[in-house]
């Protein structure tokens, strides 16, 4: 019994849970799982174990703190992470600025070039083994997917498929170009003599010089692979992700470059398999996760919110219909409405309002009763109640009569003219009197005929004027009628 009074509970829960959400929250932790994405990325890349342990500990105590209702703690907490994040723009400016271009590097449909692994790798395995046996020093850069060119200087252009012979003779001490880098995007050398940011991290190197510290600056402004040759030691260092490292083999030399072509030039490098290889598919799950998690806790809310609002009644097609609004029936009524918080978030409640077609056949008993229907709500919104809960009609019976035109004029005929006469066309027009106010109504009138702008005989358009709220055209809203005026000229 237990059992499926829990299981009940839960569906139950679920449903409303189905019911509150949104499309648009939907696309609310979907923007923010791509921004969780970016930060746990470069989190992973550029901070320690400790200080990623040290942040989620905080933004737990600050959960503990903002649902057990620990006030003080959550403001502290709050300003901490105000604090914290003027920090991390301080202290990572240049690890934000490279997230940046890394994004405005991204390409949707980007289409991997094809190269051959096992050449291009061997080529610069086997010219950097060389090049250490001669004590030749050397440094060679191959690009990841993130633009480098604001951070490199200088240099010759090449555009040549790279070549143990064209290494060995770049790299020559008399060649002018020995001291600077090599650039190469997989098996090509674009540039040689190339001069590279120096970094400014000297504590990551137990020794090399000048060529070590280039490699290491680049290595920590964008996502190239360094490969550098000591004259001195005859040693191969690798500097990558913004750490460089003494290798103890040309082998060890092969396996990085392999990696390296693997992830970044091979045709399957953008395929499922390799980027649940890379982790990408655990961070983007870790990211929708923690998202979801944060919306639930700051954003969803599964309470259902009561408020009540002044809306404006309107009343359509009144003027067709045998209804008539008594003195005392209100211009506004007091709606109570309920939802989620979320759904208020996007209610603008001046575009709310009660309308009523007076002529549909549905009213009965003289009476308009308010209720959901009549409010032009959203679908994540339900009507409740009203004050008051119907508005009261009276009766008016009306008769079909046939009413004169006559035409009002005023001012006067320029001088030397006379008028003779003036007619509107219809004479008669049939409209629906109330039987209480059947014997007064005698006339329609039209608009006012000015004779100071009358200067011949002519015919004009003018409408009917029907003021008296015992009086109803046909079907019409308004009729304009004819008015001809005939002058002539006076003998006097």
Known sequence: ????????????????????????????????????????????QSASRRILISF????????????????????????????????????FQS??????????????????????????????????????????????????????????????????DVTIPLLHSIFNTKAPGHDGAVLCEGGRVLKFGAHLPLSTNLYKMS??????????????????????VSEERGTISIAKDGQITQLESGSDLKKHLDDFWGKYYSSDSSSFKHWWRRRSMRTALASITLAFILWLALAYSSETVY???????EYRNLESTRYALQDSVPLKSRVTLSGSEQAFRSLDPSQLAISFDLS???????????????????ADLSFVESVPPALQLSTRHFIAKELPVKVPVKGSLPKGL???????????????????????????????????????????????????????????????????LEVRKSNS
């Open 360 to 378: 549909s056949d549905d009213i009965e008993d003289n009476q308009l009763e308010i209720d959901g229907s009549d409010i032009n709500l959203p």
């Open 307 to 313: 408020r009540t609002y002044a809306l404006p009644i």
């Open 207 to 228: 020794v090399g010089g000048t060529r070590h510290t280039a490699a290491l600056g680049l290595s920590e402004l964008c996502d190239a692979l360094l490969i550098v």
């Open 56 to 91: 989620f500990l905080i933004l737990s105590l600050y959960f503990i703190a903002r649902f057990s209702g620990m006030y003080l703690t959550e403001r502290l907490i709050e300003i901490l992470f105000i604090i914290i994040f003027i920090g991390v723009v301080v202290v």
């Open 418 to 484: 006379q008028l003779v006469s003036i007619r509107s066309t219809p004479v008669h027009i049939s409209v629906l009197v109330d039987t209480t106010a059947a014997e007064s109504a005698d006339s329609l009138a039209t608009e006012t005929v000015n004779l100071d702008n009358i200067k011949e005989s002519t015919t004009i358009k003018k409408k009917l004027k029907v003021q008296d709220k015992s009086l109803r055209l046909r079907g019409k809203k308004s009729i304009k009628v004819k008015v001809t």
């Open 95 to 160: 690890d934000m600025r490279r997230i940046i271009d890394r994004i405005g590097n991204w390409k949707l449909f980007r289409k991997s070039e094809s190269q051959s692994t096992d050449i291009a790798t061997s080529i610069i395995t086997e010219a950097a083994i060389s090049m250490a046996k001669q004590r030749t020093g050397a440094l060679i850069a191959i690009r990841g997917r993130e633009d480098w060119s604001r951070h490199i200087h200088g240099g010759i252009g090449l555009n040549g």
């Open 1 to 44: 019994m237990e059992t499926a009074l829990l299981l009940q509970s839960i569906g139950d829960s679920f449903e409303t849970f189905i019911r509150n959400i949104r499309i648009i929250d939907i696309f609310d932790i979907t923007i923010i799982s791509f921004f969780l994405y970016v930060v746990l990325n470069w989190l992973r």
